[in-house]
């Protein structure tokens, strides 16, 4: 294969990845996954939690070799990357008028329309359920990477010896990801065809957002992570409730007791499948309008999603909403 031209350009200067800036110094991290003890994704993995970019499927599991689900790998390049939305005037702005398959409620929905915005190609009657391999979630990290601004890519050709089958566009992109150093072979082959797991996901995010703070926005400002949301020191419980919606569907609505004051609130922040039966449904506590007076009376809060029908369900507060207690299955 003769060498190809991959001096590349990004295009729309977006802001520095500043969510990753505090934790990728490779210091010691505030908190650690059991299951990663000993793994080498271990310090990056602890390092993207720490910024806020992903999550466990337990308040203390990863999960590193599940598989990601095109939803879950979306989501992890809009917020490892710090993707921004990008609108024009009189153009759509929900998800549901780009995917057939996206509903504007769904969890995932606005990393999708974020997503498209930025210039990722995801089909129309895109999957989000469906798995992702190893060269398409490369071929969408690029993608990711070029919309973060211009950088320069060197023109050496690395050979790819699993790769004689991939057509030229993604090729293009391991190119690109070789020669910056975000991805490296092992013993020359890449397993594009592979599913791609948390652990090797994280890792690409985490190297991608690295080179992206250092190269492409060397000169933006460096925006630290945001500091938890102030909360009551009360441990809240959050429970689990499945009651069928419609055929083949199910209703869970979680629900928390002893919130201080009816002005706050539940959001739905995403769902993981982690296994065949069961998914956990990460949430987040919001708080109350600033300009309003509110009764200081205990109350609870509710925030409902779907499920397909089958599946079990756990609750678990994303980051900073760490104070909640993760909810026990239900069926």
């Given at each position: ?30 908190f650690a996954f059991s ?208 009651e069928k919606a419609a ?85």
């Amino acid at each position: 294969m003769k060498p190809t031209n991959l001096l590349k350009r990004a295009k729309n200067m977006s802001i520095a990845c500043g969510i990753l800036a505090a934790s990728l110094s490779f210091g010691a991290s505030a908190f650690a996954f059991s299951d990663l003890n000993g793994n080498p994704a271990e310090a990056k993995i602890n390092a993207l939690h720490d910024a806020g970019v992903i999550n466990g499927i337990t308040s203390n599991l990863f999960a590193p070799n599940a598989k990601v689900t095109l939803a879950q790998g979306v989501q992890f390049l809009v917020k490892g990357l710090a993707l921004t939305p990008q609108t024009d005037t009189g153009s759509t702005s929900t998800a549901s008028s780009f995917f057939d398959n996206v509903k504007d409620n769904a969890w995932y929905a606005s990393s999708f329309l974020t997503a498209k915005q930025s210039g990722l190609t995801l089909a129309q009657n895109a999957n989000p359920n469906a798995t992702l391999t190893r060269a398409e979630f490369a071929h969408l990290l690029t993608e990711a990477l070029q919309s973060k601004g211009d950088f320069p890519v060197t023109e050496m050709y690395v050979d790819v010896a699993d790769g004689r089958h991939l057509s030229s566009e993604i090729m293009n992109s391991l190119q690109i990801l070789l020669n910056t150093k975000v991805i490296t072979l092992d013993n020359g082959k890449f397993r594009p065809a592979d599913i791609i797991t948390r652990s090797e996901a994280a890792v690409m995010v985490h190297d991608a957002a690295e080179f992206a703070a250092r190269v492409i926005n060397q000169d933006d400002t460096v925006i630290e992570p945001s500091e938890p949301e102030p909360v009551p020191v009360n441990n809240y419980i959050s429970d689990v409730v499945l009651e069928k919606a419609a055929e083949g569907v199910n209703k869970a609505t979680i629900t928390v007791d002893n919130l201080p004051n009816p002005g706050y609130g539940l959001a739905v922040e995403r769902i993981e499948f982690t296994s065949a039966t069961k998914a956990v449904i990460y949430f987040k506590i919001t708080l109350p309008d600033p300009d309003m007076m509110y009764p200081q009376v205990i109350t609870k809060g509710t925030v409902s999603t779907y499920l397909p029908e089958g599946y079990t369900a756990t609750a678990e507060p994303v980051m900073g909403s760490r104070w909640l207690q993760p909810a026990t299955d239900v069926q």
